[in-house]
């Protein structure tokens, strides 16, 4: 985060009238758990895809149980809204942890692996 970040809290109701989905994503690393449970919620209204995967890390790491609660609303809101269910969200990114682990044993194996067509 830039310094004008550190010294200024950021205004989520005003990112949310203006549907600024990348001020909220980036909201959700913010220091003060307020904020970041605010654009959790926030997130979760606006209804965009591009808030998946961070909500979904905020709900796997945030060190506060309010944020991880507030941005499972919202991920349930974004999952009710296309379609998906969270649990296949987690189970795809347990899948795509799995490939990368064995793609580094491997490379670290047998060299560099080549990618195929």
Do not use: C, H
Request: net charge positive; glycine share 8%.
């Amino acid at each position: 985060m830039g310094i004008f970040d550190r010294l200024f809290k950021p205004n989520v109701k005003m990112l949310q009238k203006m549907k600024y989905v990348k001020g909220l994503i980036k909201a959700l690393r913010y220091k003060d758990w307020s904020v970041r449970r605010e654009a959790a919620e926030a997130l979760g209204e606006i209804g965009d895809l591009r808030a998946i995967k961070p909500l979904y890390e905020i709900i796997m790491s945030d060190r506060d149980k309010d944020v991880r609660e507030r941005a499972a609303e919202a991920l349930g809101k974004l999952a009710d809204k296309y379609g998906f269910t969270p649990m296949g969200l987690a189970l795809q990114e347990a899948a795509e942890g799995l490939s990368r682990f064995a793609e580094g044993i491997l490379t670290l194996r047998y060299g560099k692996l080549r990618k195929r067509l």
